[in-house]
């Protein structure tokens, strides 16, 4: 038996009026989707547990049949072991994203925040950006290191207490005075404008018309994850694909085989066809579960970019699902594919919501009266609800019925 998981993250959505009052996931031309969803188990679940904040490190442990209320310690640190990065216990780790605020105040805390992604900056120019960062702060205990795209790494020895720090992408467009840590924390946030704002690679990046990553922004911390291995579990060989570092840290943990593809970026721009291949491969070379994470539809919620995020879902559709698809059904062998966000990404509030998401479960050995097109509402219509999601890989894996 194989298995294959299609993450869609932050694919489910609300009525937009844009698209006649339709969701992203109804607007999208998916055959691939709809034609398991016809045969599938179909329902919804909620993957982020009440008083929880709805990141995808919870959602996606959960997804992966990990409690996220034992197992989730912040994302930075399942991060940080996704860039080889040997944590301490005495260490935490955090998120430092390159950011995109106002530059006319006078005043670092009356900035706006304008993108968190810095116009999803290259790696590259951001490495430029993180070395000048670590140059300019770095110390014995303190130490920055590159990671993809805006996405980057701070790992501190024995650091100061902080409280809870805020997501930039929950605040675009707002004044970022109320939403400050505390020092250290906030001086070196406001202290990096001034290294990063005239840095050349700004400067080159205004001539182009491109947003500067004119600031650090630092939240949540964690300290050294440690998971059960998958293996362990489910007693499968198992392996994880994602363009993303926190993906590949909650697989590496896991014990899993996280697969690097060349051109996955975690955006719409992305390499679905070579997720897919990598996908097939990794079954062909004995892989029994496969998670292919693939970031796209979350970037345009978070963007309110409507056309990329309908697009997005019919590339994953087209160019990944469709092909992992034909190859397992070439095999031969029973197979069983999970399709589902782990957390929706509104168009309309840009930011990731706590709310429960539909998901099909198709089992090539045992067809399940379905839905015609799979959608949040089609999935709410089946009134199988499961209010826990690290039970999901119970019903794809255990065949719970």
Same mark, same amino acid.
């Given at each position: %038996? ?9 694919m489910?959505d ?5 698209? =006649? ?10 055959? *691939?989707a709809d ?6 188990? @179909? ?23 990990? !409690? ?29 994203? @390159? ?10 805390? &009356? ?17 430029a950006? @993180?070395?000048?960062i670590?140059? #300019? ?5 303190? #130490? ?13 020895? +024995?650091?100061?207490? =902080?409280?809870e ?8 467009? $707002? ?12 001086s070196?946030? $406001?202290?990096?404008f ?11 990046? $205004?001539?182009?018309g491109?947003r500067?990553?004119n600031?650090?922004?630092?939240w949540?911390?964690? /300290? /050294?994850?440690a ?17 993303? !570092?926190?993906?590949?840290g ?5 014990? %899993? ?5 060349? =051109?996955?970026?975690? +955006? ?10 990598a ?28 056309? +990329? ?5 019919e590339l ?5 699902? =469709? ?5 397992l ?6 197979? $069983? ?5 782990? #957390?929706?990404?509104? *168009?309309?509030?840009r ?9 099909? @479960? ?6 399940? &009266? ?19 999601g690290? /039970?999901?890989?119970?019903?794809? *894996?255990?065949?719970k019925?």
């Open positions: %038996m194989k298995y294959l998981v299609v993450l869609c993250d932050g489910a609300e009525p937009i009026e844009a698209l =006649g009052g339709r969701t992203p996931m109804e607007a999208a031309y998916k055959p *691939i034609s398991l969803a016809a045969s599938a188990l @179909i329902g919804t679940v909620s993957n982020v547990p009440g008083g929880m904040v709805p990141e995808s490190d919870t959602a996606n442990l959960a997804v992966l049949s990990y !409690d996220p209320e034992i197992y989730s310690k912040g994302r930075s640190p399942l991060e940080a072991v996704s860039m080889g990065l040997a944590m301490t216990d005495t260490q935490t780790a955090y998120r430092a994203n @390159i950011v995109t605020l106002s530059e006319r105040e006078e005043h670092y805390e &009356d900035r706006v925040m304008l993108d968190h992604s810095a116009d999803e900056i290259t790696t590259p120019e951001a490495d950006l @993180i070395r000048a670590e140059a #300019h702060f770095g110390t014995d205990a303190r #130490h920055f290191y590159t990671g993809v795209s805006y996405r980057h790494c701070l790992l501190w020895e +024995n650091a100061p207490d =902080g409280r720090f805020m997501r930039p992408h929950d605040i675009l467009g $707002r004044k970022i005075a109320e939403y400050l840590p505390d020092e250290p924390f906030l070196l946030m $406001r202290e990096s001034e290294v990063l704002n005239n840095h050349p690679v700004n400067q080159a990046r $205004r001539a182009r491109l500067p990553a600031s650090l922004w630092l949540s911390p964690g /300290k /050294k994850p998971l059960p291995a998958f293996r362990d579990k489910w007693g499968l060989d198992a392996a994880v694909i994602s363009a993303v !570092d926190l993906i590949k909650i697989g590496i943990c896991a014990g %899993m085989e996280s697969i690097d593809v060349e =051109g996955a970026t975690g +955006n719409v721009h992305t390499n679905y066809t070579g997720k897919a291949q996908a097939i491969a990794a079954f062909e070379r004995g892989k029994e579960f496969v998670y292919i994470h693939i970031e796209a539809p979350d970037e345009c919620g978070h963007r309110a970019e409507i056309d +990329n995020k309908v697009r997005s879902i994953i559709d087209e160019k990944i699902t =469709g092909p992992c698809v034909e190859y059904r070439k095999t031969g062998e029973p197979f $069983r594919v999970m399709i589902l966000p782990d #957390h929706p990404t509104p *168009i309309r509030t930011t990731h919501s706590i709310d429960p998401v539909p998901f099909l @479960i198709y089992d090539s050995a045992h067809p399940r &009266d379905g839905v015609t097109t799979f959608t949040e509402q089609s999935a709410r219509d089946k009134a199988f609800y499961l209010s826990r690290e /039970k999901l890989l119970d019903y794809m *894996i255990g065949g019925r």
